[in-house]
């Protein structure tokens, strides 16, 4: 009987944990509190990735890689890692906001590595 306890004791500890996850999608709406984003927007319909509106917030932890959130703009594609909310929502802890396929910050002469796996230089 202790046993059947601790382990149920274990899986409800485990369940109740924040679990951290990674979003990207496009910028469709902005409010004071974050942005709700198209997610995976323009994957194919056949795939396994998970497609839909979702709530992203922010606090004063939210730490911006590259891009600040003034350079938040409706259509932008951002890359998120955050703790998901209880409904489809994300509490952000790092943002990446992209204008075209680099972040909005990055200098010119950066380097990026494309999805063909070739090396572009920022102009």
């Known amino acids: 009987m202790r046993i059947l306890a601790l382990s149920l004791y274990l899986t409800v500890t485990?369940?109740?944990q924040p679990r951290f996850v990674h979003v990207w999608g496009c910028i469709t709406a902005i409010n004071r509190s974050g942005i709700e984003i198209d997610q995976n927007f323009n994957a194919d319909p056949q795939s396994g990735y998970?497609?839909?509106e979702r709530q992203i917030t922010f606090t004063s932890k939210t730490k911006f890689d590259e891009s600040a959130r003034q350079?938040?703009?409706v259509g932008r594609t951002v890359d998120i890692i955050g703790?998901?909310?209880a409904d489809?929502?994300?509490q952000a802890t790092r943002i990446i906001v992209y204008q075209g396929n680099a972040p909005v910050g990055m200098p010119a002469g950066g380097r990026m590595i494309a999805p063909d796996g070739s090396v572009q230089t920022r102009k």
């Open 83 to 85: 703790l998901e909310t």
């Open 88 to 90: 489809v929502g994300v």
């Open 14 to 16: 485990v369940l109740a």
């Open 50 to 52: 998970r497609r839909g």
């Open 71 to 73: 350079d938040l703009r």
